[in-house]
């Protein structure tokens, strides 16, 4: 075996499910794509792979009995797995309604049962909301930029931080070789994240009086990005964001739908009854920063670090 | 702005100043992103909207003269260091529309503003549309890799809350300004703004107050608070605006001077002694005790080599007078 041996976490997610398609279609590099969800059943698009590239398992990796069966179990130790994909617990906290303050201690359970297990890399999809965002943010967010420790931000920000912060004690330590990266803004069909939800909602509500800057990037792109890093493992914090940079109204202009930009004292209300009526995914009872304060994510680092480069632009109605 | 506000502002352009101002848009050096912005926020129709709108007082109500512009480089990274005063920041705005006037291709001017401006909602937005960033030595720093020209004011807030009985006295110059322009090799162009001060004398300012409204100070000027938000309205002082030679400092100092904060501290007085020089020789002009010649005099005396390496030389019709 001489190809990549990758088990793949939140395999049933969106962008989960595209990468473990990928790393399957991917004969020649990919040797083995295992993939773990909480769901029981193996869903129908897993259901045609090969048993020899292919193994289903299903867990609540926020359990540490789980994680120990899984890392004990025989399959997962005759197929050597030497890398770990995890995008985090996001859908297993949603569906058995935990705290997300469980998904920091449940990567770090991974952390540790993966370094045990002697995984040489472990990569951990972040997110750009870790980062804090203020008014004189600098226009370009590079890794060393301050972190969100606000203990007012909202419960799965503080947790995207912990995550983070628990994902970087483990780089001091000499395995695994950890690659934290931190995209912007994902688009992509029935993707999860905070810009992906505003505009997916039925009438756009944005904040009067803002308009920040951003940089989202296409999942297509992530996905290019951590088979890049599978390849190079890199070491370290690493900013991904696609090609395009403009402000939020510009995204929401292309994206179609209907508009509306409210003061803060109205959006909350009008977000409460969108989300009341099943018309909105997105949570801006907050108010959240990123929709004042821009947040574009300078990926020079990683471009040197993996030569990444993101290409796909954002068009809106297409796949 | 959405396209249709962009046509509106070229269509506004090209009736005001004929075919050459749409040029003057399009020759205008602009990094896009992709939708017409760039990745601070800068949208060109906006800024140029912006000017339009500016244009008029600096045409009319400032009726602004200047003077130096062949100092200014044409193309490259370039530090712009002017005094700051007037309560309002209608100095930058000026030397802003005054570069937009003179030089031919039009430069944008990135101006480095205080932070508490950009959490206002649509201050901050326009301020961002119109090439203004928050003072962050990241953002200081990334500019001059675009090789933008970058509008600091050394004295930051002190320079326009300082009161009346202090006016045309530089307070202390800021050192970042000098330890970037030695990092990036950029030269710095001294910049003497009179008549800011006059626009809106403060009597008294007070800081208590003006911290629990989230402002440097509370002003007193003898219209506000009177006569209420009408008060911060400037007065119609008359504007000059010279721009010295520039200054090399990093063909003087190496990079390691960055890092020594007293030979920072002493190039920041050197910069602040050159423009204290021109404001109090531009004092003596403007109150006739010395002949208008001498001020651009002194301004051009050393100045043909610079001129000569950074570009052609200013169009005809420039000579230094404003309209």
């Not at chain 1, 203990?151 to 695994?176: E, H, L, N, Y």
């Not at chain 1, 508009?259 to 108010?287: E, H, I």
Request: aromatic share 10%; charged share 25%.
């Amino acid at each position: 075996m001489s190809g990549l041996r990758v088990l793949v976490t939140a395999a049933t997610s969106s962008l989960g499910r595209a990468f473990c398609q990928e790393l399957y279609g991917d004969q020649l590099r990919v040797d083995h794509v295992f993939a773990v969800a909480h769901e029981e059943v193996v869903p129908y698009y897993f259901r045609d792979y090969h048993p020899d590239r292919f193994t289903y398992w299903s867990a609540n990796l926020l359990k540490e009995r789980a994680l120990k069966d899984l890392f004990l179990a025989e399959r997962f130790r005759r197929r050597g797995i030497d890398q770990i994909v995890h995008f985090g617990f996001l859908r297993t906290i949603k569906a058995l309604r935990l705290s997300p303050a469980d998904a920091t201690e449940g990567t770090r359970r991974l952390l540790e049962f993966a370094q045990a297990a002697k995984v040489d890399h472990f990569v951990y999809a972040s997110g750009c909301l870790v980062y804090r965002l203020r008014p004189w943010t600098s226009a370009v967010i590079d890794e060393t930029a301050e972190l969100d420790f606000d203990p007012g931000a909202d419960a799965w920000i503080k947790s995207r931080v912990d995550t983070d912060m628990v994902c970087r004690t483990f780089m001091d330590q000499r395995a695994p070789r950890i690659t934290v990266l931190r995209p912007g803004p994902i688009i992509g069909r029935n993707v999860t994240s905070h810009v992906s939800d505003l505009l997916d909602s039925y009438l756009v509500t944005r904040l009067a009086g803002y308009d920040p800057m951003m940089r989202p990037i296409h999942s297509t792109d992530v996905r290019r990005a951590i088979h890049r890093c599978l390849d190079a493992r890199p070491h370290g914090v690493f900013n991904v964001a696609g090609p395009d940079i403009a402000p939020l109204s510009t995204f929401c202009r292309l994206n179609g739908r209907p508009q509306m930009t409210l003061p803060g004292p109205l959006l909350r209300p009008v977000n409460r009854l969108q989300r009341l009526f099943g018309l909105s995914a997105c949570d801006l009872s907050t108010l959240p920063r990123w929709l004042m304060y821009p947040c574009v994510l300078d990926t020079t680092k990683l471009e040197e670090a993996v030569g990444h480069r993101s290409t796909h632009h954002i068009k809106f109605g297409e796949a | 702005m959405n396209p249709l506000g962009r046509t509106l502002v070229r269509r506004a352009l090209q009736a005001l100043d004929g075919v050459r101002g749409l040029e003057r848009l399009e020759t205008m050096p602009f990094r896009d992103e992709g939708f017409g912005f760039d990745r601070f926020g800068l949208e060109r129709e906006t800024f140029w909207a912006g000017y339009l709108a500016v244009r008029q007082l600096y045409r009319r109500w400032f009726r602004v003269r200047s003077t130096g512009h062949e100092n200014v480089p044409r193309e490259g990274r370039v530090i712009l260091a002017p005094n700051h005063s007037g309560l309002l920041p209608f100095d930058g705005a000026m030397i802003t529309c005054d570069l937009l006037e003179r030089l031919d291709p039009p430069r944008s001017v990135r101006s480095i503003v205080d932070h508490f401006a950009f959490a206002l909602p649509y201050v901050g937005v326009f301020m961002q549309r119109t090439g203004q960033v928050p003072g962050t030595t990241r953002n200081f720093a990334d500019l001059l890799r675009q090789d933008e020209m970058v509008l600091v004011f050394p004295e930051g807030t002190r320079g326009i809350v300082k009161p009346w009985r202090e006016r045309y006295r530089l307070q202390k110059f800021n050192v970042g300004f000098i330890e970037l322009a030695i990092e990036h090799e950029a030269p710095i162009v001294p910049v003497a703004v009179l008549g800011a001060e006059e626009q809106a004398p403060i009597l008294f300012g007070s800081r208590a107050l003006g911290k629990k409204l989230g402002m440097p100070i509370f002003p007193v000027t003898p219209t506000f608070p009177l006569l209420g938000p009408l008060g911060l309205i400037p007065y119609p002082s008359q504007y000059h605006i010279a721009y010295g030679e520039p200054l090399w400092l990093h063909r003087e100092y190496p990079r390691e001077a960055a890092r020594d904060p007293g030979v920072l501290q002493a190039l920041a007085q050197k910069v602040q002694a050159r423009v204290q020089g021109m404001i109090d020789l531009g004092l003596e002009v403007r109150a006739g005790r010395a002949p208008a010649s001498e001020w651009a005099r002194t301004l051009r005396a050393t100045t043909t080599v610079t001129a000569a390496a950074n570009g052609p030389a200013i169009p005809a019709g420039a000579d230094g007078r404003g309209r």
